[in-house]
T-cell receptor, first 112, second 112 residues
Framework: EDQVTQSPEALRLQEGESSSLNCSYT??????LFWYRQDPGKGPEFLFT???AGEEKEKERLKATLTKKESFLHITAPKPEDSATYLC?????????????FGKGTMLLVSP | DGGITQSPKYLFRKEGQNVTLSCEQN?????MYWYRQDPGQGLRLIYY???????QKGDIAEGYSVSREKKESFPLTVTSAQKNPTAFYLC???????????FGDGTRLSIL
């Protein structure tokens, strides 16, 4: 059974204080690992897809990395508008429209 | 603008009543998904559909039903058999097998 564990459950940062969120996974045949941002009362917003170990993606203050067992979402010099819940999901299987397994998310609060 | 529209935003169910949540997409995506999100929990898959007139059960399909008569539409019915329906329901769609899922802004269902 595919499993995704995100840590910490919640993280409070001061504006400008860099940190990392962790997503550990066990899956048979990883096809892709996805990061999403979710604001309260909204649907998840896609951030990144990572396909193979060693891959990195960047967008503004966010950088996602992938190893064979985990992914990190690094947040550099965060701002209050980065406050949200960050979700990690893995896609397994060989082909077709295989399903995603989601972690429970990390709730990030950035204080001014 | 293309996107996924979920309606209504809030829905209340009486005991013994079936209710239907709407999900419409104009992205020309092939596959559509329904998830349930509870506080502090990851997204759990209810049903998904890869083509019109075909759908598969997810991890928590009991007490729910779906139809896929048109490519653009994937309504979810929460039946009276679902004893704990209070949750945030999210609809998603995807163009291709390895592409990220795109989400609507959800429907919050509560019991009266």
């Amino acid at each position: 059974e595919d499993q995704v564990t995100q840590s910490p459950e919640a993280l409070r940062l001061q504006e400008g204080e860099s940190s990392s969120l962790n997503c550990s996974y066990t899956v048979s045949g990883l096809r892709g690992l996805f990061w999403y941002r979710q604001d309260p009362g909204k649907g998840p917003e896609f951030l990144f897809t990572l396909y193979s170990a060693g891959e990195e993606k960047e967008k503004e203050r966010l950088k996602a990395t992938l190893t064979k067992k985990e992914s990190f979402l690094h947040i550099t010099a965060p701002k209050p508008e980065d406050s949200a819940t960050y979700l990690c999901a893995v896609q397994a299987g060989s082909s077709g429209y295989s399903t995603l397994t989601f972690g429970k998310g990390t709730m990030l609060l950035v204080s001014p | 603008d293309g996107g996924i529209t979920q309606s209504p935003k809030y829905l209340f169910r009486k005991e013994g009543q079936n209710v239907t949540l709407s999900c419409e997409q104009n992205l020309n995506h092939d596959a559509m998904y329904w998830y349930r999100q509870d506080p502090g929990q990851g997204l759990r898959l209810i049903y998904y559909s890869q083509i019109v007139n075909d759908f598969q059960k997810g991890d928590i399909a009991e007490g729910y039903s779906v139809s896929r008569e048109k490519k653009e539409s994937f309504p979810l019915t929460v039946t009276s058999a679902q004893k704990n329906p209070t949750a945030f329901y999210l609809c998603a769609s995807i163009k291709g097998g390895n592409q990220p899922q795109h989400f609507g802004d959800g429907t919050r269902l509560s019991i009266l």
